[in-house]
């Protein structure tokens, strides 16, 4: 009988470690940096979620999702808030639609993804190619179907870096919310770290002290340095120490570097020009503290690590 109770009790305990180890450690970082506003208001996502024909008003003001042990049984799918997220980069078009399953988790039902290398002749040119724009608009009228066909109760729709340094960006953007019924936003840099840094919150172990995230882009790559040592915050991106942003990508440094045929002395002038850039990272010296920490985390994000 004892050995029975026993390892009842082992299976308790282990039970009860697994949805400790399950439980979201971080809150997602959704407010931009320099205020504190919802990103359904104001200038920028008020249209982030302008999928025309639908009316802005059909998406209602955010209200948190109950946790499932607040009630007494879980909603059906079709019940759940819906959430959608779209990401315009250099060399993709990425669309992720989920509802939420427990406390700070999510399961997708739905997702799209195209590479439509917006950025292609950018270097050279400083605008964006017609053939470029014409293939990312008719990706972005996919993704702007799948989103009218639900009822998104938040959205964000962003434009990274190509958008952000073309001549013709703002007139691109314009064409697809034309075309597409999509409003998306341009972010800066900084944003951009903050994203790729709250994205990775549920992969972060609750001993860990130090983080290195890296996210390499079609047409840029954020490095963000994270010391989880001291008092913790529920935002992972609040423990950001040091982040450096490089204009170097998979289709910018290709691009810089003469194209598809890669010499060993291409690659070795590209591994100089990023090592250059990187001298410049005015952060650099904490990296040492926290790769000396006790449990350190190395993490890539973004297509390049992931294919």
């Known amino acids: 009988k004892g050995q029975v109770g026993d390892a009842t009790q082992k299976g308790k305990s282990k039970k009860r470690l697994k949805r400790r180890r399950g439980r979201k450690v971080f809150a997602r970082d959704d407010v931009r940096p320099e205020d504190n506003r919802s990103p359904l208001q104001g200038k920028a996502a008020t249209a982030a979620v302008d999928l025309k024909p639908v009316a802005a008003?059909?998406?209602?003001?955010?209200?948190?999702?109950?946790?499932?042990?607040?009630?007494?049984?879980?909603?059906?799918?079709?019940?759940?808030?819906?959430?959608?997220?779209?990401?315009?980069?250099?060399?993709?078009?990425?669309?992720?639609v989920a509802v939420p399953t427990r406390h700070g988790q999510f399961r997708v039902i739905?997702?799209?993804?195209?590479?439509?290398?917006?950025?292609?002749?950018?270097?050279?040119?400083?605008?964006?190619?017609?053939?470029?724009?014409?293939?990312?608009v008719e990706a972005l009228k996919v993704c702007g179907d799948k989103l009218r066909g639900r009822k998104i109760r938040k959205a964000r729709l962003i434009a990274t870096e190509a958008c952000r340094t073309a001549e013709n960006g703002v007139e691109f953007l314009d064409r697809v919310e034309r075309e597409a019924g999509l409003k998306l936003e341009i972010i800066d840099r900084q944003t951009e770290a903050r994203l790729a840094v709250s994205g990775c919150g549920s992969l972060v172990e609750r001993d860990t002290q130090g983080v290195v995230l890296f996210d390499i882009g079609g047409g840029s790559?954020?490095?963000?340095?994270?010391?989880?040592?001291?008092?913790?915050?529920?935002?992972?991106?609040?423990?950001i120490v040091s982040w450096?942003?490089?204009?170097?990508?998979?289709?910018?440094?290709?691009?810089?570097?003469?194209?598809?045929?890669?010499?060993?002395?291409?690659?070795?002038?590209?591994?100089?020009?990023?090592?250059?850039?990187?001298?410049?990272?005015?952060?650099?010296?904490?990296?040492?503290?926290?790769k000396a920490s006790p449990n350190f985390h190395l993490l890539g994000t973004s297509g390049t690590v992931t294919t």
């Open 221 to 239: 790559s954020e490095i963000a340095l994270i010391d989880l040592s001291g008092r913790r915050s529920p935002r992972l991106a609040n423990h």
């Open 57 to 96: 008003a059909a998406i209602s003001p955010v209200v948190p999702a109950p946790r499932p042990e607040q009630g007494n049984r879980r909603p059906p799918v079709h019940e759940l808030p819906v959430f959608a997220a779209l990401d315009l980069g250099t060399n993709n078009c990425r669309l992720l």
């Open 244 to 290: 450096t942003s490089l204009p170097v990508g998979v289709v910018s440094l290709a691009e810089r570097f003469g194209g598809r045929t890669v010499t060993r002395e291409i690659f070795t002038a590209m591994v100089d020009d990023v090592a250059g850039r990187l001298a410049t990272f005015d952060g650099r010296d904490r990296l040492s503290h926290l």
């Open 110 to 136: 739905d997702a799209f993804s195209r590479i439509v290398r917006l950025g292609e002749g950018l270097t050279a040119n400083g605008r964006l190619g017609q053939p470029a724009m014409d293939r990312a």
